[in-house]
């Protein structure tokens, strides 16, 4: 059995859940304060908290984990990235009080405190800058430290900024991009890899089937040409016969979900008919 490590609460959880849902590795039988269950085939998921998957996947307790960016690299531990799996994007940033006069990262004076969740990138931050500054660590809520007196600055994470604003704190520099990642133990032996070689495949075809749509239309033939343009398709369009006496050729071909508005308008344009906009669950090139 393979141990995936998963956030069992928070921000991640529910997102992490669908992704292994859509992939075909359901969750199963699991009760609410369950800490194992069975994801199907070879894989086990065992849950905890997000901050400590680095931990559990870098000491070999689980083969491989999902959990932030962020985590995995205040954790410092040694892992393996296997892949990006683009949500719980967020950002950890520098922040001052609207009124401290703090506009830019420069502006941040020697001696000044920040709190933060994230003490090690922190005091790395700032290290590189050759900015002397004392971390102080909290374990939640750093945006309310500078209304305490506990802190002049935070570094905090925020994804829309509103409640950095809402506490009155404005962003003056980025110390990390962070989302959601699929790591893995280093130390995981040949079988081990193969089949996480297999858990990647199968989560990256979810994701790219996610921001696709697969569209079917009947056009002119004398259009085609034009319609090659309108939808280029993994490979160009699937073109089809229609049997109408070969006024109509059927295309088929899967393009962007976020233009599918213009894609769908342009082939109108063409003469297009009977067009069909379907999801896709998974897409493997
Ligand atoms: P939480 O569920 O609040 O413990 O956060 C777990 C992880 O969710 C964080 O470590 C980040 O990787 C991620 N996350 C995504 N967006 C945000 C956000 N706006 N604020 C905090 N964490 C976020």
Known sequence: MLKIALPNKGRLSEEVRELFNDAG???????????????????????????????F??????????TGWD?????????????DLEFGRCRLVVAARDESGIARVEDV????????????????????????VTVVPVSGAA???????????????????STLKMNGLREVSTVLESSARL????????????????????LGSVLAARGRRYLMANVPRTSLEQ??????????????????????VAVHAVVSSRTIYRTVNALKALGGQGILVTRIERLMA
């Open 25 to 55: 590795l359901e969750v199963r039988g699991r009760g609410e304060r369950a800490l194992t269950a069975s994801l199907g085939g070879e894989f086990e998921a065992i849950f905890v908290r997000a901050q400590d998957i680095p931990e």
């Open 57 to 66: 996947v870098a000491d070999g307790a689980a083969q491989a984990g999902v």
């Open 71 to 83: 985590l995995v690299n205040e954790a410092g531990r040694e892992l393996e990235l296997l892949m």
């Open 109 to 132: 004076k020697d001696g000044m405190r920040v709190a933060s969740c994230f003490p090690r990138l922190t005091q790395a931050f700032f290290q590189k800058r050759g900015q002397r």
């Open 143 to 161: 945006e309310i430290a500078p209304h305490l007196g506990i802190a002049d600055i935070v570094v905090d994470l925020t994804s829309t900024g």
């Open 183 to 202: 790591v893995a133990y280093s130390g995981n032996g040949v079988d081990a890899r193969r089949s996480l070689e297999e858990l990647t495949q199968a």
């Open 227 to 248: 319609v090659r343009e309108v939808l280029p398709g993994l490979n160009g369009p699937t073109v089809v016969d229609v049997m109408d006496g070969g006024n109509f």
